[in-house]
């Protein structure tokens, strides 16, 4: 009944098995890829024709985890899985940017990938077993794929680079010393694809060291999915990419000039408008029967293509006239919002961010209900992108994939250089308005998060800025790299190599590849060219602002103690009873967490310090000998109790009281009365006794022992 193939290999310290054959049969292509007990089903299907018109590749990669794979009940109001999770976007996109250049130029069919996680072993992350998977299933689905890639995630600690490490080593990197680097890399067997890390300063050669090792290691992988394929593959579609060389001769011919001439124009609203009157323009000189060629589109973007990569390649000559590692001009700027924590305006070029961080408490943190566990983050990104930043009208809704995958960009390249949690009991929320739009958007909420940060009073441990280089790479092997891209030379190129950091080293790399991969010469000039565009956007941003500002007057402010676990109940109280009515008496908020570590937050400070003491009195033990301030609670014949520290009573004695003899305590004290008293010890019992004689109950002090002696002797 099933005709199933199954390959099995060592890698790392895991097995690796692909599967197909017996699970979801009626796709084009299925595989089931099991690293250690984490496994994932791909599912891929293709359309046999394509949409009549469509001039755009229409692939779509869906990646789902369900909860059942690592025995959970996902939560809510409906206890379904709902939908997609900023994970489950995040791999989504990573799978979807390796695969997408691999498919033959020219096919237009749609095609969708599908990735359910069906077991996962809380060791080995799903996403780099998604990506196999999806890999395997498109090379045995018959899809004219020019593949098999494959993807590892890669580790840095103690100078050593670790292979797939575990989930746990790179959950909360930042509070995680020992790992520096949480780096994933999808290949061929010849290049580099794509690049995605989180990492804490390294080095553009401890970088680099780290794709390489990448690499070598998902080769193995990819021989083990050509293995699958050789028995498992189905025929390949039969598809011939559309030969359209004479229309594009005739388009060359009639508007070439008019082309070089729009590219000519720095501005780019204006150039905009010139390139879409020159496609007109030889539209018109076209006959009925090529306007109707269904390749018209693709012939005419070829054309814009041509135009620029010439130019830059032999010319060394850039759209808006730049040298090839030439920055924009940049202007900072910060305090531009009066009543936010903190802002800044960051232009670069025809690219600008209105950035704002905004400081809030424990209450405010990100609870995250993950695969592999719940948790809380305490720092946020959220970046937008309106349609008017582009000049654009257009549908306004909930954030997309693009949205999305921008943010986390930002939010890896700033963590990194985030205060500890322990210095800063802050919740830190950032949000990057894109005002303005031509050419990385993301690196520009970098700069600006970095800048309004500052401007919030966060104590950062360096700045951080972001450059977008580019590539235009030539049949013949000529290339040009370019530091700070423009949006065309982002569109019309090969590469988009983003690269945030600080003086010291990166923070995050993100590589994306649109044709066959990449040498790892042309990374070096990369890296080394945007190390360059990196101090020098520093540089430019230093002029707003070099370190931490003041706080703002509208920030909460937060402070935190330690206190012992075992008192965690004692500040609670029955119910909670205990620290509502600190929280009530204090008017400060009290977020109190399962290490004992408090975090009191308050505008005002003096509500802040009745809170803590208040918390004080309830976990500290009183000292031998020292005088604290009480007050009566009961009076009875033998001396009276006072409530001296926190909730704890004492007993004066009535001998204790005063200097001379009394018949009854209540001939000098009332009950409600404030006295001052000095803790003499605890007696067998592990009573408290105290004592009032020896304390000037006008100033608080302690009468010295001379002074006691006279006074017994009047």
Not at 95 to 109: A, E, N, Q, T, Y
Request: proline share 4%; glycine share 8%.
């Amino acid at each position: 009944m099933f005709n199933i193939s199954k390959k099995t290999m060592q890698w790392g310290e895991e097995t690796l098995t692909l599967e197909t054959g017996k699970v979801a049969r009626q796709a084009d292509g299925t595989v089931i890829a099991t690293l250690g007990e984490t496994s994932v089903m791909a599912n891929v299907t293709f359309a046999k024709e394509p949409k009549p018109g469509q001039d755009f590749f229409p692939l779509t990669v869906h990646y789902q985890e369900k909860y059942y794979a690592a025995g959970k009940v996902p939560g809510g109001f409906f206890k379904r899985e709902a939908r997609p999770t900023e994970k489950e976007t995040l791999t989504a996109r990573l799978i979807d940017r390796p695969i997408r250049p691999l498919f033959v130029s020219g096919f237009k069919h749609e095609v969708l990938v599908m990735c359910t996680v069906l077991s996962h072993d809380l060791v080995n992350d799903p996403d780099i077993v998604a990506m196999i998977a999806a890999s395997a299933a498109l090379t045995i689905s018959g899809v004219p794929f020019m593949g098999p890639i494959a993807g590892c995630r890669v580790g840095f600690e103690d100078g050593d680079y670790i292979l797939n490490p575990t989930v746990d080593d790179m959950q909360g990197l930042r509070n995680n010393p020992e790992q520096r680097l949480d780096l994933v890399v999808a290949g061929t067997k010849d290049a580099v694809m794509m690049v995605e890390s989180e990492a804490y300063e390294l080095t553009e050669e401890e970088m680099l060291g780290a794709v390489v090792f990448a690499h070598e290691q998902i080769q193995p992988v990819i021989d083990l999915i050509i293995s699958l394929a050789e028995d498992a593959a189905k025929e390949p579609f039969n598809f011939q990419a559309p030969d359209y060389s004479e229309l594009f001769g005739v388009v060359k011919g009639i508007g070439e000039d008019k082309m070089r001439a729009a590219y000519a124009i720095t501005d780019k609203q204006a150039r905009v408008a010139a390139v879409s009157a020159a496609k007109d323009e030889i539209k018109t000189q076209l006959s009925e029967e090529q306007l109707a060629d269904a390749n018209l589109g693709s012939a005419l973007k070829k054309l814009e293509s041509t135009v620029l990569r010439a130019d830059v390649v032999r010319n060394k000559r850039r759209i808006d006239g730049r040298a090839l590692d030439q920055v924009r001009p940049i202007v900072s700027e910060t305090k531009v919002l009066p009543r936010t924590h903190g802002s800044s305006l960051f232009t670069r070029g025809e690219t600008q961010a209105l950035v704002v961080t905004t400081l809030g408490t424990g209450d405010d943190e990100q609870f995250i209900d993950a695969l592999h566990g719940n948790f809380k983050s305490n720092f946020m990104l959220h970046y937008n992108f309106p349609p008017y930043s582009v000049g654009e009208v257009g549908r306004v809704g909930s954030p997309g994939r693009r949205e999305i995958g921008h943010g986390k960009l930002a939010w890896r390249a700033l963590q990194a250089v985030l205060p500890a949690p322990t210095d800063f009991p802050y919740t830190i929320r950032i949000v990057s308005e894109i005002t303005e739009s031509n050419g990385s958007s993301s690196m520009a909420s970098v700069c600006g998060g970095s800048l309004s940060m500052m401007d919030a009073g966060v104590p950062l441990k360096a700045p951080v800025a972001g450059v977008a280089m580019g590539l235009v790479l030539e049949d013949d092997g000529e290339y040009a790299v370019l530091t700070d891209i423009l949006g065309d030379e982002d569109h019309l190129g090969d590469m988009d190599f983003k690269v945030a950091g600080t003086e010291n080293g990166i923070t995050s790399l993100q590589m994306d590849i649109k044709v066959a991969g990449i040498t790892p010469e042309i990374m070096k000039q990369a890296l080394s060219q945007a190390k360059a565009g990196r101090l020098h956007i520093l540089s430019e941003m230093s002029k707003a602002m070099t370190e931490a500002g003041e706080f703002s007057v509208h920030a909460p402010r937060i402070e935190t103690m330690q206190i012992p676990t075992d008192k965690i109940r004692e500040v609670i109280g029955s119910g909670g009873k205990v620290i509502r009515e600190i929280v009530e008496m204090s008017g400060a908020k009290v977020d109190i967490n399962d290490d004992g570590v408090i975090k009191i937050a308050s505008a005002n400070g003096e509500a802040i310090q009745k809170a803590y003491d208040m918390i004080y009195s309830i976990v500290a033990e009183p000292e031998e000998n020292k005088v604290y301030k009480g007050k009566v609670v009961k009076i009875v014949d033998f001396g009276a109790f006072v409530n001296f520290f926190g909730k704890r009573d004492g007993l004066v004695h009535v001998s204790q009281i005063e200097n001379r003899r009394l018949n009854h305590p209540s001939d000098v004290l009332k009950e409600g009365q404030e006295v001052y008293v000095k803790l003499l010890g605890f007696d067998d019992r592990g009573k408290v006794r105290l004592a009032m004689k020896m304390v000037d109950q006008e100033t608080g002090e302690e009468i010295a022992p001379e002074a006691r002696k006279t006074e017994d002797a009047e």
